[in-house]
Nanobody, 117 residues
Framework: VQLVESGGGLVQPGGSLRLSCAAS????????ITWVRQAPGKGLEWVSD????????YYANPMKGRFTISRDNAKNTVYLQMNVLKPEDTAVYYC???????????WGQGTLVTVSS
């Protein structure tokens, strides 16, 4: 199982980025995918989920209306579109595979997002 994030970088406040999570080694359309982030010096924070079967999406309150999660099962990829970025969104963003019991059982290496002027 492998998950590889990409798309991070430096962006000004109010800007946008789209993160990608490319998956391999498992039946991609059979599992949910979760995005989690870790800001400098802080713990892990849940960002968003997308279900495997119905495409339902879930967001943490600070991300609602600004972030959009989506998946392309043909490309084995999940995306996180992030708009109206704020300095407090600065973090390493990880995608993780969610097992049927809800555990996050495989993680990517993370991609750094820095929001700064």
């Amino acid at each position: 199982v492998q998950l590889v994030e990409s798309g991070g970088g430096l962006v000004q406040p109010g800007g946008s980025l789209r993160l990608s999570c490319a998956a391999s080694g498992f039946t991609f359309d059979g599992y949910g995918i979760t995005w989690v982030r870790q800001a400098p010096g802080k713990g892990l924070e849940w960002v968003s989920d997308i279900d495997w079967n119905d495409g339902y999406t879930y967001y943490a309150n600070p991300m609602k209306g600004r972030f959009t999660i989506s998946r392309d099962n043909a490309k084995n990829t999940v995306y996180l579109q992030m708009n109206v970025l704020k300095p407090e969104d600065t973090a390493v963003y990880y995608c993780a595979k969610r097992s049927r019991d809800g555990a996050l059982d495989a993680w990517g290496q993370g991609t750094l997002v820095t929001v700064s002027s």
